[in-house]
């Protein structure tokens, strides 16, 4: 019994932390879907930040990979969070101003998808691509998506998971695989 006390404080204790050095909160149900496409977000983020560090890379093949990515994830993605989530999380005062950001941000994202689709983007702009999605998962993740689940009752999650469900069953499920220049390298 002591061994699954003590591995359980354990684990606990390697669980990320915020700034106030609480660990984050496990992910609520409802918000599962939206963090799974965060994942794949970021894993195009790591993949793409480590082509960059490594040189060479291929501008078409990224960018074409980057819209297709937004049309069939990302688009539904942000419709999702702009029709069902923000809009609940805005009727809390302390989460306002962070929705009006997370919303701001969207926009400087839409932006950045558009010039990849236009193919438009040079490896700096890639680079600010990787940042600023990467930031903008991370803020959701970690103050959005917490400050929710503190301030709402499991109930008013699952209602919010529900028309989530909804607003995302458009999105693709095919499996996006990286083309053999977009593929993920060892870090150097």
């Given at each position: 019994?002591?061994?699954?006390?003590?591995?359980?404080?354990?684990?606990?204790?390697?669980?990320?932390?915020?700034?106030?050095?609480?660990?984050?909160?496990?992910?609520?149900?409802?918000?599962?879907?939206?963090?799974?496409?965060?994942?794949?977000?970021?894993?195009?983020?790591?993949?793409?930040?480590?082509?960059i560090?490594?040189?060479?890379?291929?501008?078409?093949?990224?960018?074409?990979?980057?819209?297709?990515?937004?049309?069939?994830?990302?688009?539904?993605?942000?419709?999702?969070?702009?029709?069902e989530?923000?809009?609940?999380?805005?009727?809390?005062?302390?989460?306002?101003?962070?929705?009006?950001?997370?919303?701001?941000?969207?926009?400087?994202?839409?932006?950045?998808?558009?010039?990849?689709?236009?193919?438009?983007?040079?490896?700096?702009g890639?680079?600010?691509?990787?940042?600023?999605?990467?930031?903008?998962?991370?803020?959701?993740?970690?103050?959005?998506?917490?400050?929710?689940?503190?301030l709402?009752?499991?109930?008013?999650?699952?209602?919010?998971?529900?028309a989530?469900?909804?607003?995302?069953?458009?999105?693709?499920?095919?499996?996006?695989?990286?083309?053999?220049?977009?593929?993920?390298?060892?870090?150097?």
């Amino acid at each position: 019994m002591t061994s699954v006390i003590s591995s359980g404080a354990a684990l606990l204790a390697l669980r990320p932390r915020g700034a106030d050095n609480r660990p984050y909160m496990l992910r609520d149900k409802s918000l599962i879907p939206l963090s799974h496409q965060h994942q794949h977000c970021l894993a195009l983020c790591v993949r793409l930040d480590r082509a960059i560090q490594a040189g060479g890379v291929d501008l078409e093949a990224w960018q074409a990979e980057i819209q297709q990515i937004f049309e069939q994830e990302i688009t539904f993605h942000f419709a999702a969070e702009e029709k069902e989530l923000f809009p609940v999380a805005a009727r809390f005062p302390e989460l306002q101003l962070l929705v009006q950001e997370l919303v701001t941000g969207h926009i400087l994202l839409r932006d950045f998808f558009s010039r990849a689709a236009a193919r438009k983007l040079h490896v700096a702009g890639l680079q600010a691509l990787v940042e600023k999605l990467a930031s903008h998962i991370r803020k959701e993740e970690r103050e959005l998506f917490e400050g929710m689940q503190r301030l709402m009752s499991p109930e008013e999650l699952s209602v919010v998971g529900g028309a989530l469900q909804q607003s995302l069953a458009e999105a693709s499920n095919a499996c996006i695989l990286p083309s053999a220049a977009t593929r993920l390298r060892p870090k150097q």
